[in-house]
C-alpha cells in the first residue's frame, strides 16, 4: 500500500505545457554542486592555494572564483585547475593579487589538505616499517601533525629502532621524526628471513614503493628486478648519495639476500 505522505520526485506534465523543469534545474543543481567541490578540494589539496580563502561559485559551465592571493603565477593556477574540470567552458577569474597580501596566520587547527598530507604521512611510513627486514621486530604506531612524525611502541633492537627512523625520516613531506620507541629486548643484529619464502614480485614491488615514497631517491630514474631475492638496481642516479640511500633501502626490504648495484651509475 503506497504512503500517503511520499511526495513523487518529478511533477505530473499538463497537457500542452514543455517537459518538467523542476527536476532537470535539479539534476543541473547537482553537478554544479559537484564542480565546486572539485575545484574547491584540489584547491585545498594545493600547498600553494591552501593558504588562501578562495571561494568558487559554477553557473551553467562558468566557474566564478573570488579571493586573495599573493601573486599572479597563484591566480593563474587557480583558473587552470578550474578549467581542468570536466565540464567547465569558461572562468571568471576574480581573484585579486593585493600588494600587501599577508598570508594567513597558520591556525591551530589543521586544514583539510593538511590533514590529507598527514595521513598520506602516516600510511608510507607504516607501509615502509612493514615492508623492511625489522617488521617482525616491531610494533609501531605512526603519527604525522603537519609533517611532525612521532614513533611510539616498542623495537626489539635498537637496529631496529633506528632503522624504523631512518624510514620515517627519508619519507616525502616529513619535517621531522621524534622517535620514541622503546627497546624491549637486548637483542642485536639484523631480523632473520630464514624460513621465510618471499616472492620475487613481490620485492621487486615493494622496493619500488619504497623508491617512490621516499625523498633523496628519484624512484621514477631507478629499475628494480629480483632474481631468487637478489636485487638489481639499474639506471641513473644524481650522486653517490642517492646511489647509497637507494641500496641501503632496498637492502631493507624483506626477503632481499643482496642487492646488486653495478648497473646503477652517475
Not at 577569474?93 to 600587501?100: G, T
Not at 615502509?128 to 611532525?148: C, E, F, P
Not at 629486548?185 to 630464514?194: D, F, M, V
Request: proline share 2%; charged share 20%.
Amino acid at each position: 500500500m503506497m504512503n500517503q505522505n511520499l511526495r513523487p520526485i518529478a511533477a505530473v506534465p499538463v497537457a500542452g505545457t514543455n517537459a518538467v523543469v523542476a527536476p532537470a534545474r535539479t539534476s543541473q543543481e547537482i553537478i554544479e554542486a559537484r564542480q565546486e567541490s572539485q575545484i574547491w578540494t584540489t584547491f585545498a589539496l594545493s600547498p600553494c592555494l591552501r593558504a588562501n580563502d578562495l571561494k568558487v561559485v559554477v553557473r551553467e559551465g562558468k566557474a566564478t572564483l573570488t579571493g586573495n592571493v599573493a601573486d599572479g603565477v597563484d591566480k593563474d593556477l587557480a583558473k587552470q585547475i578550474a578549467l581542468s574540470v570536466d565540464g567547465i567552458k569558461s572562468v571568471d577569474n576574480n581573484i585579486e593579487v593585493p600588494a600587501n597580501h599577508m598570508t594567513p596566520a597558520q591556525s591551530e587547527k589543521r586544514t583539510f589538505g593538511e590533514m590529507i598530507d598527514d595521513a598520506t604521512i602516516t600510511s608510507a611510513v607504516r607501509s615502509k616499517i612493514l615492508w623492511s627486514r625489522y617488521a617482525d621486530n616491531l610494533s609501531v604506531n605512526v603519527d604525522s601533525t603537519r609533517g611532525q612524525v612521532s614513533l611510539t611502541g616498542t623495537a626489539e633492537s635498537a637496529a631496529a629502532k633506528e632503522l624504523a627512523g631512518k624510514l620515517a625520516t627519508n619519507t616525502q613531506g616529513v619535517r621531522s621524526v621524534a622517535n620514541q620507541l622503546t627497546i624491549q629486548s637486548a637483542k642485536t643484529g639484523l631480523a632473520s628471513n630464514e624460513g621465510s619464502d618471499f616472492a620475487d614480485g613481490w620485492i621487486t614491488t615493494k622496493v619500488k614503493s619504497t623508491f617512490m615514497f621516499s625523498t633523496n631517491v628519484s624512484g621514477s630514474d631507478i629499475s628494480v628486478s629480483t632474481h631468487d631475492g637478489i636485487v638489481s638496481l639499474g639506471g641513473k642516479v644524481v650522486s653517490g648519495a642517492e646511489r647509497a640511500v637507494a641500496i641501503e633501502l632496498a637492502g631493507n626490504v624483506r626477503g632481499v639476500k643482496s642487492v646488486n648495484s653495478s648497473s646503477l651509475t652517475m
